[in-house]
């Protein structure tokens, strides 16, 4: 996966990091957003306190609708946890994504880089809670609402 076409790539992921998802370049591609898919942490951990589906089959889903359809199905929470997915499949061996797949994942890169411009306070908490506890043991918060909308 090519990591090295953003200079900064730890600027602006430390940005995303801190909440300002306006640092997210313009260009991101899926072969450029491993690292940033796993700042979010580990979606198996906290999917269901979220009120998602499992990660995989939510992946599935929504890929099949974005071929039909040509868009992507969801909140940011819900596309960043697909994004998170497809690059789990590569990092087990799996050997998915498939390659077909390819400009469908780029343009979930570029349709959450658009939500997260005009994310509410509400669903960027969400986010923000699960950057902060990305790498921790701690779990998601039971007491804070799901984000699923159906």
């Known amino acids: ?58 992946y599935e889903e929504r890929l099949e609708e974005a071929k039909r359809t040509g868009q992507w199905r969801g909140t940011s929470v819900e596309l960043w946890t697909v994004l998170w997915h497809s690059h789990r499949l590569t990092l087990t061996g799996l050997g998915l994504p498939a390659r077909e797949d390819q400009p469908h994942l780029n343009q979930l890169c570029a349709q959450l880089r658009a939500y ?27 007491s804070v609402p799901p984000v699923h909308k159906g």
């Open 1 to 58: 996966m090519d990591q090295t076409s953003f200079p900064d790539n730890d600027a602006w992921l430390d940005q995303v990091k801190a909440g300002d998802f306006s640092s997210i370049p313009s260009t991101l591609t899926w072969n450029q957003s491993l690292l940033f898919s796993q700042a979010i942490g580990n979606m198996y951990r906290h999917a269901k306190a979220l009120g998602l589906s499992k990660p995989i089959d939510l």
């Open 116 to 142: 997260l411009q005009i994310i509410g306070p509400d669903e960027k908490s969400v986010l923000m809670t699960l950057i902060r506890i990305a790498w921790t043991t701690q779990c998601y918060p039971s």
